[in-house]
């Protein structure tokens, strides 16, 4: 059976990461040590956390504002536009987030994958709305 990996959000940082389920632990950041709490959602597997780590660093990185982060959700959390017309979902993304624009265009085939990279988002923007706090330093 292969590993399964869990969205968490830091109590501490507010980050988002993937942690190995272990019944019973509690999972920690990554990041900082701090606890971390499970973020509802969709189980990943190993292979996902390059990927989801590169997504984290991407909204992080954005800086998005309360209000954009918002506007955000409510965009991932429409299943059927993320998994039917993932290009179109990514498309409105843009403006928050332009570093998604390495994910289109999309061939055919790939849709499965882009509604999958969107799904990740979906908790990774759910913990930075709960943690506005954690700003990506400044250069």
């Given amino acids: 059976m292969t590993a399964q990996y869990l969205p968490t959000a830091c109590k501490s940082c507010g980050r988002a ?12 950041c990554q990041r900082c040590g701090a606890r971390a709490r499970v973020v509802p959602g969709e189980a990943y ?14 909204v992080y990185g954005a800086e998005l504002s309360a209000q954009d982060t918002q506007v955000v959700s409510i965009l991932l959390s429409d299943v059927a536009d993320r998994t039917k017309a993932p290009d179109l979902v990514v498309a409105r993304l843009l403006r928050f987030l332009p570093g998604l624009a390495h994910l289109t265009p999309p061939l055919p085939e790939a849709r499965p994958d882009l509604a999958h990279a969107l799904g990740m988002l979906l908790p990774i923007v759910g913990t930075r709305f709960r943690h506005p706090s954690s700003q990506a330093p400044h250069a």
Avoid at 17 to 28: D, S
Avoid at 45 to 58: C, H, P
């Fill in 17 to 28: 990461a993937l942690a190995p389920i272990h019944l019973g632990v509690e999972p920690t």
């Fill in 45 to 58: 597997q190993e292979r996902d956390i390059a990927l989801f780590e590169q997504l984290e660093m991407l």
